[in-house]
């Protein structure tokens, strides 16, 4: 059974940072990574990463969030730093661009 199970989210003051994990099972990923969705708006990239480690990032995310994985443990990470309320979205962590986690909401506010 292929699943991804996403956890680390939750209420974080502007400044600060939160890292994001999520597991993978039942499959092996080429590419994992998160995409998020704010209230009203579209779902969009945030960043992803290949086996091989080549990342890729969104404009708006570069130089304050990092993703990471580890390949043994088939789990992917996202480590977010200085943190805007602009950032406050539900956070899915994606397998390939196929398979999708159930959602974790970050909550960036004061």
């Known amino acids: 059974q292929v699943q991804l199970v996403e956890s680390g989210g939750g209420l974080v003051q502007p400044g600060g940072s939160l890292r994001l994990s999520c597991a993978a099972s039942?499959?092996?990923?080429?590419?994992m990574g998160w995409y998020r969705q704010a209230p009203g708006k579209q779902r969009e990239l945030v960043a992803s990463?290949?086996?091989?480690?080549?990342?890729d990032y969104a404009a708006s995310v570069k130089g304050r969030f990092s993703i990471s994985r580890d390949n043994a443990e088939n789990t992917v990470y996202l480590q977010m730093n200085s943190l805007k309320p602009e950032d406050t979205a539900v956070y899915y962590c994606?397998?390939?661009?196929?398979?999708w986690g159930q959602g974790i909401q970050v909550t960036v506010s004061s």
């Open positions: 990463i290949n086996r091989a480690g080549d990342t």
């Open positions: 039942g499959i092996i990923y080429n590419v």
């Open positions: 994606h397998g390939d661009y196929v398979h």
